[in-house]
């Protein structure tokens, strides 16, 4: 129970790693806040596997690229769980499509970078005045940060390698309240994203390249969120780790 009592917000938090995280979470003793886009049945599973086993929490809607939308998740979390929020997780992100640069338009480079920078800059934002000493943010960035990402990501891995930045400078500018900002840089996790945007032979290939010889699971990233999240990692921050199974290094 290493965040007990704690109040954590999880953006795109009902399916996948986002869903992973929200149960980790309150397994470790948080109330957590689920904010979700456009499926609440993804959300209303999620959390009835946390009311299942006792744990606290409520979801949200929310399109995390609208300031007026973050208000509200910020603004119930507060009402639901008191005056201080210890844990931000910006989940939220996405590919959209895989586009050559020939093939993408401005409006589409925009709309990527909105859902991957901007959901972080303004989920941030709004938190950080709520957020005491101690408390933690997580971001995620992605290995496509790192390298460039595979064909047809070059906006998402764009987006990605700006929330890579963003996560050192807020690192430096929070420090002083001992706010700790760090990001994940997952490879080749087995979940939907996947399902949807890489075909079934390259997560082949990716998986035997590993030295673990397969995909990650999600639980497996928010074993390592709720550590980043905790006490138990109070001098780390700054950092964007790698969870890959040793695939690429940085």
């Known amino acids: ?30 109330r957590v806040v689920i904010n979700y886009y456009n499926n609440k049945e993804q959300a209303e599973d999620t959390l009835a596997q946390i009311e299942a086993f006792g ?11 609208k300031q007026s939308d973050v208000n509200t998740v910020v603004a119930e979390a507060l009402n639901a769980y008191g005056d201080d929020i210890h844990v931000l997780v910006n989940v939220a992100g996405g590919l959209v499509a895989r586009k050559a640069i020939d093939e993408m338009d401005e409006d589409f480079f925009n709309l990527v970078m909105r859902l ?9 934002k709004a938190v950080v005045p709520h ?25 998402y ?27 994940l840089c997952p490879g080749m996790i087995a979940t939907t994203f ?11 290939n990716v998986a035997n390249g590993t030295p673990l010889r397969r995909e990650g699971e999600a639980v497996e990233v928010a074993n390592l969120v709720a550590c980043l999240a905790s006490a138990e990692t109070s001098f780390v921050t700054g950092t964007n780790i790698d969870i890959n199974g040793g695939l690429a290094f940085s």
């Open 1 to 30: 129970m290493i965040l007990k009592n704690k109040v954590a917000i999880v953006t795109g938090g009902a399916r996948d790693i986002g869903r992973a995280v929200s149960v980790k979470l309150a397994e470790e003793g948080a």
């Open 194 to 204: 996947h399902d949807t945007f890489t075909k079934d032979q390259v997560r082949m």
């Open 131 to 155: 957020m005491k000493s101690g408390s933690s943010i997580v971001n995620f960035a992605s290995q496509a940060g790192r390298d460039g990402g595979g064909p047809g990501a070059t906006a």
């Open 157 to 183: 891995a764009t987006a990605k390698g700006a929330v890579m930045t963003f996560t050192r400078s807020m690192s430096k500018e929070l420090g002083p309240k001992n706010i700790r900002v760090n990001a």
């Open 116 to 124: 991957n920078v901007n959901t972080v800059f303004l989920m941030t």
């Open 55 to 65: 744990g606290t929490a409520m979801i949200v809607q929310g399109d995390m690229t």
